[in-house]
Antibody, heavy 121, light 110 residues
């Protein structure tokens, strides 16, 4: 059974940093691309970033480019999102998502439960 | 990358059919057959309903169907049921090798 479990969310001041983790199980983690998707309170879904199975290729949405870094440790079956220079508008539930596809795709069959990031002073 | 355009809300009575549109550009919806649709109930993670424009994942009711014409993709739900009351989002691949979601549509089953 595929499981994705996010952690690392919390309250951080504007300008601060936070690292999210997503522990994956139930599939061959290194074979598939992974994504982060976020949802601000009461708002819609926003794709944040994606990474190839090997970690060699990374992709970012315009709103986080230059501030967030996606990475993965295939030996630990874990996906990360390093978030720097955080802003109030980054406040959201952050989901990791996967479609068991080797390439970046819109097909997300599996989602974690999400972790809440609140940026506030 | 601008969000894809969806109607804010649609409604229908049980048993009826509704269609939700998702309008983009030739750089996203119109340029690729990589459009997915997600259903989200309050407090829950999104659920994949349609992928690659018109394909249904295993376990999704055949009351859900997808299509595309030009820069607009559509999700049709036939035989509306109370449990279809939820938010729906489209998602498309783009020329920048990134993804973009629509703003979301609230479906109310009357």
């Amino acid at each position: 059974e595929v499981q994705l479990l996010e952690s690392g969310g919390g309250l951080v001041q504007p300008g601060g940093s936070l690292r999210l983790s997503c522990a994956a199980s139930g599939f061959t983690f290194s074979s598939y691309a992974m994504s982060w998707v976020r949802q601000a309170p009461g708002k819609g879904l926003e794709w944040v970033s994606a990474i190839s199975g090997s970690g060699a290729s990374t992709y970012y949405g315009d709103s986080v480019k230059g501030r967030f870094t996606i990475s993965r440790d295939n030996s630990k079956n874990t996906l990360y999102l390093q978030m720097n220079s955080l802003r109030a508008e980054d406040t959201a539930i952050y989901y990791c998502a996967n479609g068991l596809m080797p390439i970046v795709t819109t097909k997300f069959d599996y989602w974690g439960q999400g972790t809440l990031v609140t940026v506030s002073s | 990358q601008s969000a894809l355009t969806q109607p804010a809300s649609v409604s229908g009575s049980p048993g009826q059919s509704i269609t939700i549109s998702c309008t983009g550009t030739s750089s996203d919806v119109g340029g690729y057959n990589y459009v997915s649709w997600y259903q989200q109930h309050p407090g829950k993670a999104p659920k994949l309903m349609i992928y690659d424009v018109s394909n249904r994942p295993s376990g999704v009711s055949n009351r859900f169907s997808g299509s595309k014409s030009g820069n607009t993709a559509s999700l049709t739900i036939s035989g509306l049921q109370a449990e279809d009351d939820a938010d729906y989002y489209c998602c498309s691949y783009t020329t920048s090798s990134t993804l973009v979601f629509g703003g979301g549509t609230k479906l109310t089953v009357l």
